[in-house]
């Protein structure tokens, strides 16, 4: 291996430890991003954890600022509703591609996906049972959105999920733990995949544009709550 794809292979392991500790919470909005915690944290060189870093910056996930250093960005609620519209609007059109388009096998894999979702239970641990129904959420999700035929789009879908990540980590959290909130998902989920079966792409596009904004006030009250409603950087 040469020291340039090393440093590469480096890069990209810090790249995704750090951005999945910023959308998981432990580095919380605003806090500074000093390298040597970085080097120590991660026990990556100060080169790969820049690269790493400028790649979050470019992702909207770090600010960069001359002179201060790297701080993780702000969140707020007009941020919050600006990529939830945008990527609301996204998978409704995908969706309405999808069932235009899908074929059986396609139909078949949203099916199986819906059970599976539907199967999660209390597990030992809340952990295990965050980790299983996030997974076999995103599953379900997927399975819809790989009918609409397009690599483009399925990409850029990709991009908008990066995005909204962090502030979906607070609606899961806040969803999966709650026994109510997580029936009335499954009911939405149900909802959604008969509108499907169903191939009518209309109710297709409007059901699932109010399910993806269904959590912004929730996400919102979170928000407030944790004082993570934006303002400026302070150094």
């Not at 909802?191 to 544009?209: N, P």
Request: negative net charge; charged residues 25%; hydrophobic residues 45%.
């Amino acid at each position: 291996m040469t020291q340039t794809t090393e440093k590469t292979n480096l890069a990209d392991i810090a790249y995704r430890l750090l951005k999945q500790d910023i959308t998981e919470g432990a580095f919380l909005p605003g806090d500074k991003l000093l390298m040597s915690a970085l080097r120590e944290r991660y026990e990556i060189g100060a080169g790969p954890m820049r690269e790493a870093l400028s790649r979050l910056v470019a992702e909207h996930l770090v600010t960069a600022a001359s002179q201060r250093g790297f701080r993780v960005a702000r969140m707020s609620v007009d941020e919050l509703k600006d990529i939830y519209f945008a990527r609301a609007s996204l998978e409704a059109m995908i969706a309405e591609l999808a069932v235009q388009r899908g074929d059986d096998e396609w139909e078949a894999g949203v099916i199986a996906a819906a059970h599976t979702l539907s199967r999660v239970t209390e597990l030992q641990s809340e952990e295990q049972m965050l980790g299983l129904w996030d997974a076999r959420h995103k599953a379900f999700h997927d399975a819809i959105a790989r009918g609409c035929g397009s690599a483009k789009l399925l990409e850029l879908r990709s991009t908008m999920l990066d995005q909204a990540e962090r502030y979906r980590q607070l609606w899961l959290r806040r969803t999966v733990f709650s026994t109510a909130a997580l029936e009335l998902k499954q009911q939405e989920h149900s909802a959604l995949l008969q509108a499907l079966l169903s191939r009518d792409s209309h109710e297709v596009r409007e059901k699932m544009f109010d399910h993806m904004m269904n959590p912004i006030p929730i996400i919102t009250r979170i928000l407030s709550e944790r004082g993570l409603t934006g303002g400026a950087q302070t150094a």
